[in-house]
Nanobody, 120 residues
Framework: QVQLVESGGGLVQAGGSLRLSCAAS????????MGWYRQAPGKQRELVAV???????NYADSVKGRFTISRDNAGNTVYLQMNSLKPEDTAVYYC??????????????WGQGTQVTVSS
């Protein structure tokens, strides 16, 4: 079993900042990538940012220059620093991880989601 536990969502005014965290634990052999998706009401889930095992990152165009994804030295915790937040960033943010588990299969895992609300 693999668990992803998220924290750090909340309510913030436009222009403010929030930091999301996601810790992976359980039957992990290696983590190929971790990232964040978000889903706003009535919209499809979209990729926000991803960081791969080698350290490369990708961001959605809508968050480039405002959001930064990073991870801890062990590579099991990923962070999303969100600055200059806009009302359109309001969504449920989901942590995602591509993990090789102890059954030696590569699988996708999701966190439970954390609400981010940006007021205007």
């Amino acid at each position: 079993q693999v668990q992803l536990v998220e924290s750090g969502g909340g309510l913030v005014q436009a222009g403010g900042s929030l930091r999301l965290s996601c810790a992976a634990s359980g039957s992990i052999v290696s983590i190929n990538a971790m990232g964040w998706y978000r889903q706003a009401p009535g919209k499809q889930r979209e990729l926000v940012a991803v960081i791969r095992s080698g350290g490369s990152t990708n961001y959605a165009d809508s968050v480039k220059g405002r959001f930064t994804i990073s991870r801890d030295n062990a590579g099991n915790t990923v962070y999303l620093q969100m600055n200059s937040l806009k009302p359109e960033d309001t969504a449920v943010y989901y942590c995602y991880a591509a993990i090789i588990n102890r059954s030696w299969s590569l699988s996708a895992y999701w966190g439970q989601g954390t609400q981010v609300t940006v007021s205007s």
